[in-house]
């Protein structure tokens, strides 16, 4: 079992900052890859970014490309994402995964994801 919580939610201007943090622990030695969604009222549940562990590699939603920037840490087993240049549309609760497993799988379908977090909410104000 993987457990896996974000923090670093909240409440910040339009054109503002933020950074989230998830702590993935347990049985972590054959992450794969993590990764950061986001679901608003309404709306499914959509990809931001993730990472692909063991390699690095990065991928990103159009939507945030050049504004969030994914990192991690795996001495820590953590997870970041840093929120630069905010806007009411970024306004969701975000959520981490941990995608476990010898193969990795693409990394940017949810459904490929082992173990979620329960959340953190971000809004942006106008």
């Known amino acids: 079992q993987v457990q896996v919580v974000e923090s670093g939610g909240g409440l910040v201007q339009a054109g503002g900052s933020l950074r989230l943090s998830c702590v993935a622990s347990g049985r972590t030695a054959g992450t794969s890859a993590m990764g950061w969604f986001r679901q608003a009222p309404g709306k499914a549940r959509e990809f931001v970014a993730a990472i692909a562990w063991r390699l690095g590699s990065t991928s990103y939603a159009e939507s945030v490309k050049g504004r969030f920037t994914i990192s991690r840490d795996k001495a820590k087993n953590t997870l970041y994402l840093q929120l630069n240049a905010l806007k009411p549309e970024d306004t969701a609760v975000y959520y981490c995964?941990?995608?476990?497993?010898?193969?990795?799988?693409?990394?940017?379908?949810?459904?490929?994801?082992?173990?979620w977090g329960q959340g953190t909410q971000v809004t942006v104000s106008s």
């Open positions: 995964a941990a995608q476990i497993g010898p193969v990795l799988r693409t990394i940017t379908t949810p459904r490929n994801y082992d173990y």
